[in-house]
Nanobody, 115 residues
Framework: QVQLVQSGGGLVQAGGSLRLSCEAS????????MGWYRQAPGKRRDMVAR???????LYGDFVKGRFTISGDIANNSVYLQMNSLKTEDTAVYFC?????????WGQGTQVIVSS
């Protein structure tokens, strides 16, 4: 069983920055991808950023160069640096991991961006 532990997030003013961290433990050998999704109230869960085992980084269209995903899949860790935050970035952010064709999710962390 894979466990994902997230940290970071919180309250920040528009234009500010936050950093999210996620570490995986358990049966996480052979990770295919790690990343971040977010879900605002009443909305679907959207991909924010994904780090593929090959090193490819994918971002949601709304990121527009403001966020950077980093990490070391071999060491089961992924980070999300969020800059120039906007009020519309307010959501619960979930760490994501894919291994052996299964998806795993972190517990979620709230990010609130105030105007």
């Amino acid at each position: 069983q894979v466990q994902l532990v997230q940290s970071g997030g919180g309250l920040v003013q528009a234009g500010g920055s936050l950093r999210l961290s996620c570490e995986a433990s358990g049966s996480a050998a052979g990770i295919e991808a790690m990343g971040w999704y977010r879900q605002a109230p009443g909305k679907r869960r959207d991909m924010v950023a994904r780090l593929i085992k090959s090193g490819v980084r994918l971002y949601g269209d709304f990121v527009k160069g403001r966020f950077t995903i980093s990490g070391d899949i071999a060491n089961n860790s992924v980070y999300l640096q969020m800059n120039s935050l906007k009020t519309e970035d307010t959501a619960v952010y979930f760490c994501y991991l894919r291994v052996a064709d299964r998806d795993y999710w972190g517990q979620g962390t709230q990010v609130i961006v105030s105007s």
